[in-house]
């Protein structure tokens, strides 16, 4: 197996460390565990916006479509009874309340205005019909008239005084038709208002459902994001092995996101190495190869060399980011018992060993720093 790293997307607050270097651990054992205070507390707040937005999407969605109450989604009802849920849709309800009684309330009063002037134009209109059938007794009175004053049995001024009454009786008709049509104008322009206060709504509610569905959008995608986090609370380790290289000691220290918390270092496969071949001498290495690890660590006069075999050459060179240098990545299995030889010694992450790989004619010399994880190639030598 490979080593392999415990790493952190976004990073964090260390809350509880789990583990110390050199610790052996199980796959999906929690090896840390970073502070959820944050996390817990975003989720929260993005939680109840999702609750209110989702809330006042449905009241404008109502108010849209004219409804008489508004219909909230079935995971916001069936959840009612928790406080912050029911908080949300009764400030909804009693908003939509208050908004539907005055738009109603102002269009009743609108509606009020054009029944009055209807009785009004009623009215009008039967003083208009009374002052016609005057008009016209007094026109066939004046038609009957003239002929007799011509013959001098009536006199000019009961010719007159008819006369001036029917122009009165035409004047008073006209006003009461002009009356009419004011009436008329001032109903149209209610039935407009009337109109126009829906389809005020109808734009202020479009509006403010867009900016809603913006805000939702956003409050779920950073809802996700809190959870997400919460379940990334916990490392744990990747596979069965031991800690190496554990970076973070104190809690409450700062994860940086991507940062190398520590190394799980595999024990429970064949053992392995890795060491690195210079590109110029990468030729002379075959996966079978025999090879010899000698633990520098330990009294070379007492501690013998230990074999292996080549298990596994890189097929393209990899650049060290530290120093530059390129190098070939190859991979060495220990020998079964091998390790029995060097008893009571043990290996250990982090000791140096030097790797001899027997090619025919010379040997390449690997030093590795970090046996199981991190080598560095020292040279090739002659036998």
Do not use: C
Not at 56 to 72: G, N, S, T, W
Not at 154 to 169: D, G, I, K, Y
């Amino acid at each position: 197996s490979n080593v392999k790293k415990v790493q952190h997307p976004t990073g964090g607050v260390v809350g509880e460390i789990g583990v110390r270097e050199g610790q052996k651990v199980r796959a999906g054992e929690v090896v840390m565990r970073l502070d959820a205070t944050q996390a817990r507390a975003s989720l929260a707040i993005f939680s109840r916006r999702v609750v209110e937005f989702t809330a006042r999407r449905a009241r404008l969605e109502a108010e849209r479509d004219d409804l008489a109450d508004i219909a909230f989604p079935d995971w916001l009802t069936a959840r009612a009874d928790a406080p912050e849920i029911a908080a949300a849709l009764h400030s909804e309800r009693s908003l939509f309340a208050a908004r539907r009684t005055a738009r109603l309330g102002r269009q009743a009063q609108l509606r009020e205005r054009i029944t009055q002037s209807r009785h009004e134009i009623a009215g009008l209109k039967a003083q208009e019909e009374a002052y016609a059938r005057g008009l016209a007794v007094l026109e066939r009175e004046i038609a009957d008239l003239k002929p007799l004053l011509a013959k001098g049995i009536v006199n000019v001024q009961r010719l007159n005084s008819l006369e001036t009454q029917a122009a009165t009786f035409g004047g008073e008709r006209g006003e009461k038709i002009a009356y009419q049509a004011q009436a008329a104008g001032r109903i149209a322009e209610a039935e407009l208002q009337i109109l126009q206060i829906d389809q005020d709504l109808r734009t202020e509610v479009g509006g403010e459902l867009r900016d809603v569905d913006a805000q939702l959008g956003e409050a779920v995608e950073r809802k996700i994001a809190a959870e997400d986090q919460l379940r990334r609370i916990d490392l744990v380790a990747p596979q069965d092995g031991v800690v190496h290289e554990l970076a973070v000691h104190t809690v409450g220290g700062v994860i940086a996101p991507g940062d190398t918390i520590m190394s799980i270092v595999p024990v429970a496969d064949r053992l392995t190495v890795e060491a690195r071949i210079a590109p110029q001498d990468i030729d002379q290495v075959r996966i079978g190869q025999p090879a010899l690890l000698r633990l520098s660590a330990f009294n070379s006069h007492t501690t013998p060399e230990i074999s292996g075999q080549v298990t596994q050459v890189a097929a393209d060179h990899t650049q060290d980011p530290r120093t530059g240098l390129s190098h070939y990545l190859v991979r060495v299995a220990l020998a079964p018992g091998a390790l029995d030889r060097i008893a009571p010694h043990a290996l250990v992450p982090g000791m140096p060993v030097e790797v001899f790989i027997t090619t025919g004619e010379r040997t390449a010399l690997s030093y590795l720093t970090k046996p199981l994880y991190d080598q560095i190639n020292r040279a090739f030598r002659e036998e």
